[in-house]
């Protein structure tokens, strides 16, 4: 973390998600450049957690939490509300809450497959949805949604995932678009080979136990997924400071793109 730079002072913050991983990270992160910022997450406990190294990092004054399952209409609703009341409107939003779950196609359910998409695809669009009058009453105002390098290049096991983390990544260019003259950016961020409690199934916030990879899974099909830098997977604040970059003025000449953070997995 860069402890010299001030580029969210003044600036309003909501993620999802921000109880643990990514999501927390990014808390963190923008707290730490200024931020006065809202964590949501459907876990108490992992927004306890968030507090408590906010706390410590000193910078848990402008910090308030609010729980919020993303894949309830009411629950965003409400939680949205509660956000731009407690930060005065909003200037960034950071769409990072979602699930991860692997199966076998054949023997994936549909009430499975519509988890995922109701949790990472809807609840991306529900967020979206409730903030926009406050995002467009900010101060360069910018949405960054989490999108996935499994929207582009095959991961086994994760059809549902896959799925909904292209929906993510076409409804952003889409919403660039509309939205561009009227001075909201949306930008998506495509992790790959990123240590997270969704990848290592600690993460609280993420609704589910982890990936949970089939017994019998042929692992030699994600000997391609290796990333081609460092010594293995990266930690959540190698995706943090790209999604701080994104949502600062560093970033304002960025819209309707997406950034692969993946340690060169996928070349």
């Known amino acids: 973390m ?7 002072e003044g600036r309003r913050v909501l993620v999802t998600g921000g109880g643990s991983g990514i999501g ?3 808390v963190l ?59 005065g409107g909003l200037d960034v939003l950071v769409n990072a809450a979602g699930i991860l779950r692997s199966s076998h196609t054949h023997e994936t359910s549909l009430a499975d497959f519509n988890q995922v998409l109701q949790i990472n695809l809807a609840g991306t669009f529900l967020m979206i949805r409730e903030s926009i ?10 949405v960054i949604n989490f999108s996935s390098t499994s929207a582009t290049f095959a991961h086994p096991y994760m059809a549902a995932y896959a799925a909904s983390k ?34 290592d199934g600690s993460g609280a916030s993420r609704q589910s136990s982890g990936p949970g990879l089939p017994e ?17 997977f990266a930690g959540p604040e190698s ?7 994104l949502g ?20």
């Open 2 to 8: 860069s402890p010299n730079l001030n580029r969210y």
């Open 24 to 26: 927390q990270a990014t």
């Open 29 to 87: 992160r923008v707290l730490a450049e200024g931020a006065r910022a809202v964590a949501a997450d459907v876990s108490e406990a992992g927004l306890k957690d968030t507090v408590e190294k906010a706390t410590a990092a000193g910078t848990a004054d402008r910090l308030t939490t609010v729980v919020v399952n993303v894949a309830d209409e009411a629950s965003v609703r409400a939680g949205v509300a509660t956000a731009v009341e407690a930060l």
């Open 133 to 142: 009058p406050a995002l467009l009453a900010g101060d360069g105002s910018a």
């Open 166 to 199: 292209g929906g993510i990544q076409s409804m952003t260019h889409a919403l660039a678009s509309e939205y561009s003259k009227q001075g909201i950016r949306f930008t998506a961020v495509q992790p790959g080979s990123i240590s997270s409690g969704m990848t």
């Open 216 to 232: 019998d899974a042929d692992m030699s099909l994600f000997m391609k997924l290796a990333p081609a830098i460092g010594q293995g």
């Open 239 to 245: 995706v943090a400071s790209v999604v701080a970059m």
């Open 248 to 267: 600062s003025d560093d970033g304002r000449f960025i819209t309707g793109t997406e950034v692969r953070i993946d340690g060169g997995t996928h070349f």
